[in-house]
């Protein structure tokens, strides 16, 4: 039998493959990026995501899934974890999960939500929270590929201290060309930001976006209600349904 396609593409079969902890990187006060080595890991595009599995010593097992956080590095993958209150599996990976421990990983998944360094249309990223985790991974694989394809990132998040890829997002705003940063600041703003402190609305999506007429591709990412109002106020501005690929998360951690 023929391994299945997407786009062209061959897709490795789903296995739940062995994984273990080799980095830990503090992005926030209640977020950390894992990066592990998975052997035999058929690599990734970016956008698409992984199951991860614990198994308690009693047997039960819980997974979750999360956003791949940038282009694998050879048998390397990164995920960066949100930590939920009372959740199962993040709260685990974030404060016990220690370096060389085992978790078993399946993926890569999806192929809807993804974009290809062969794109060279206009891209916006518009995330919310840790929304933006799989849009960090399109703008990283951008510099991966040396793709001239503009970006531009709308980034909503609560405080300044929510932002994930804090530092990175400024350099990356200096040295990457054609890659353009926006910050919406729902709770709390830095000091010397313009406005105040709003949800994501019209005026942010049409002063920090791509117009519709250079067919730009749209991909947004977070929480249920912030995806459906950005992708509305997109498609409103006049961007084509098929061109808004929208992915959405809950609070199960």
Known sequence: MAAPTTGGRVVAPLTWRVARLVERRVETPTAQTLVLDVPGWPGHEPGQHVDIRLTAADGYQAARSYSLAGPAEGERIA???????DGEVSPYLTDTYAEGDPVEVRGPVGGW???R???????LLVGGGSGVVPLMAMVRARRAAGSRAPFRLIYSVRT?????????????ARDDQGLDVAYVYTRAAPEGWRGEPHRIGLADVN??????DLEPLCY??????FVETVADLLVGLGHPTRRVKTERFGPTG
């Open 79 to 85: 995920v960066t974890v949100q930590r939920v209150p």
């Open 113 to 115: 939500f993804v974009w």
């Open 117 to 123: 360094a062969d794109e060279t249309a206009p891209v």
């Open 160 to 172: 300044p201290d929510d932002v994930i890829y804090a530092d990175e997002l400024r350099r990356r």
């Open 207 to 212: 002063s920090h976006g791509w117009p519709p």
């Open 220 to 225: 947004v990412c977070g929480p249920t209600g």
